[in-house]
């Protein structure tokens, strides 16, 4: 869990040098001041709306040669607001709301073949939008793993970013507890925020699908492409290189971006600052459109896809490997609310049909 506040603000306050190398780096920070300068701020005033405007992207924790984590710190600062029994904004809801939704009795879904240990793990927004994906990627793992489980439920990382840590450790040990009772040892996922979760807070071992998945056919068309990487995985080198080699076996070529990898931008939605503040969520945006210039980007998160894809021609990588040239030339259907709720409701049956003989339970049935 994140460290205490006050802890965390006195750490920084203690060993930020203002050396303004990552206030260079960040929108946030330019408006509002140095680390350093914000953590004597916040121990001053710790009830300050001011963490709901950062993206918690960790870029400044990558690039501080101090090893100081301003992130940690908005982090902290966000969950000691709602201890407080501040930070329950309005704005707030429809994202609280899609997130009960996730793992509700209507949407939740677990299919647990028998003597399974494997299960992927899809997250809420992939199979909303892009339901063949899902099944796409379940039978091409299933040629590894033939009694592979899938879970549809929410990994909960909504209620964790606003600092609701206790929504988050109830829903979170809740999957944890049924991951346990019926003995699954590993989770694959495809978005990097359920990735983040499972390796922070989880107990099993969790893996991306990109560094298990195979290209399944070229592209003819070889375009030029470029690469966002997401924040959840901003530190998971492996999956970086393994996403480039995906990219590359399609027959495109990349071309990096300035920031990419470890010093990804955020796209604009992280940290649902666009809740409260869409001028600071939507300059990231135009900071990711800039260094993309006229390339097509390729992401491999849903929920970036869909942010970035207001502003700029992006694609998820699921879909360039799955059906490459309709891809790259912009034909791929991706849908969007309230059609993504009709996919997550109808992709049930939909991999009950394709499972090894399994049994097929909501979260409610049982939830220990
Ligand atoms: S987490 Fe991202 S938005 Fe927040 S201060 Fe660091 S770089 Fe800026
Ligand atoms: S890079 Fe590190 S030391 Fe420099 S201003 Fe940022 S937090 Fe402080």
Aim: hydrophobic share 35%; aromatic share 8%; glycine share 6%.
């Amino acid at each position: 869990m994140p460290e205490l506040f006050s802890d965390k603000a006195l750490s920084v306050a203690k060993n930020c040098v203002d050396c303004s190398i990552c206030v260079k780096q960040c929108r946030f920070l330019q408006k509002n001041g140095s680390p350093r300068r914000l953590a004597e701020l916040l121990l001053q005033e710790p009830d300050s709306d001011i963490a709901y405007h950062c993206s918690l992207c960790r870029l400044c924790t990558a690039v501080c040669p101090k090893d100081v984590d301003p992130a940690g710190l908005f982090m902290a600062q966000r969950c000691q607001v709602v201890n407080h029994n501040k930070g329950s904004y309005d704005q707030h809801r429809p994202l609280l709301s899609y997130e009960k939704r996730g793992s509700s009795r209507i949407f939740s879904w677990y299919g647990l073949p028998d003597g399974c240990d494997t299960i992927f793990f899809p997250g809420c927004a992939l199979p909303g939008s892009r339901p063949q994906r899902v099944l796409d990627v379940i039978q091409q793992l299933q040629n590894e793993i033939p009694n592979l489980g899938v879970i549809l439920d929410c990994c909960t990382k909504p209620s964790h970013d606003l600092g609701r840590l206790e929504s988050f450790q109830t829903m979170f040990s809740g999957l944890q507890a049924i991951l346990k009772k019926y003995a699954i040892k590993k989770v694959l996922v495809a978005c990097p925020n359920c990735f983040r979760m499972f390796s922070e807070y989880g107990e099993v071992e969790v893996q991306t699908i990109y560094e298990m998945l195979k290209v399944p056919s070229p592209s003819l068309l070889q375009q030029e492409v470029t690469v966002h990487d997401p924040c959840g995985v901003r530190f998971e080198t492996k999956v970086h290189q393994a996403v480039r080699c995906l990219i590359q076996g399609t027959g495109c070529t990349i071309r990096e971006m300035k920031h990419h990898g470890t010093k990804t931008l955020c796209c604009g939605e992280g940290g649902a600052v666009g809740y409260l503040d869409k001028d600071m969520a939507q300059g990231w945006t135009e900071m990711r459109k800039k260094e993309a210039g006229e390339q097509q980007v390729i992401t491999y998160c849903a929920g970036c896809s869909h942010y970035l894809g207001r502003s700029m021609t992006t694609c998820h990588l699921l879909d360039l490997l799955f059906e490459p040239d309709k891809t790259l030339a912009g034909k791929v259907k991706v849908a969007r609310a309230p059609m993504t709720y009709w996919h997550r409701f109808r992709l049930k049956q939909k991999i009950a049909a394709i499972l090894a003989p399994h049994t097929a339970l909501c979260r409610q049935d049982i939830e220990p």
